[in-house]
């Protein structure tokens, strides 16, 4: 074990509360979770926060690390630290339940507000469906199925910031992705869900959601999709008929 | 969905459509605009020498009245966004797009009428 010292800020307490300095020795090889798990089991058991897989699949451990929002678990502290300092607070345009540990009901709730879950018409009883690997549709829902649900693109968004309604990306992220599956039968539900006020021509095209996005996925080219979809269908109408 | 809500969305979306078509079109009109600019401005630049140009032109007035229309979708559409963003329950201000599209359309073409006619029955 290393003999340095990381000075690490983490916040504590809820929309009210400060940040408490923590001394973590620097080990090589250490990720952001390494840390907050360290002070969590030897230096203050009251800590709380929210990890589950460790390896970048399950989007439960994401954190505000020097005013960046990332995934803690694949994140390298020598990546990132500035100087022998780590500034961790829980993620942004999120209520704070407690430390590092965010309500998430909302964004999960926008993903069920953007129809964001897949319904078809098949039954068990019924054959595979047969999609293309190389069909322009497939590649499409390929390009934005691998989003883990982390909310760093909506920490990371001004206009979720600033407009307490909009979707945010990863809700749009996954309508788009469910545009493109040839199987699913709640299309222009969908189509109305994302369209207007709340919806995909809210988006300021920033980018910060695509720069953020630990997957490297593209949201706001998913919600660029949208935008162009809607349209047609509000205007001359789509395969799925007329909005 | 409530009806009201679907049909607004709707508005919207048709909006975006109509801004980005005139966005299209403002990008040609613009490009046009500037290499006039550029060419005509090689020798000094005189009211005679505009009104050369565009007196009695019908390319240039129908090319400018195109310009106009354009603006007329674009700016407003994009000044309500603004204006829904920024003060959302601020319901009044919603009459300051059609003031700009109103003073666009009105001066625009105004303006238009003046270089092909070049002031003549005034």
Known sequence: MSTVNLKVKVWRGAEQGEFVEYLVPRNSNQTVLDVVTYIQRKLDPTLSYRFACRVGMCGSCAMTVNGVARWTCRTHVAKIVEGDSLEIAPLNNLPVIKDLATD??????????????FKGEQTRHDDFAVVKPDSEERQLANAGIECIGCAVCYASCDVVASRTNYLGPAALNRAWTLTNDVRDTQQLDRLRAVAGDAGCHTCHTHGSCTERCPKQLEPTAGISGLKKLVARAAVRGTKWGKL | MSTAIHSSAVLQAKL?????????????????????????????????????????????????????????VHAPIGLANILRENFPRSYGLSILPWVLATLVLVLGTTAVIGVFTGGVGR
């Open chain 2, 16 to 72: 975006w459509y109509a801004q980005r078509i005139s966005a299209m079109v403002l990008g040609l009109c613009v490009a046009i605009h500037l290499f006039i600019m550029f060419y005509a401005i090689r020798g000094g630049l005189t009211a005679g020498e505009i009104l050369g140009r565009t007196q009695g032109n019908w390319l240039f007035a129908i090319f400018y009245e195109v310009f106009v229309l354009a603006c007329l």
């Open chain 1, 104 to 117: 998430m009901r909302e964004f999960f709730n926008k993903w069920k507000g953007a129809v964001g879950f």
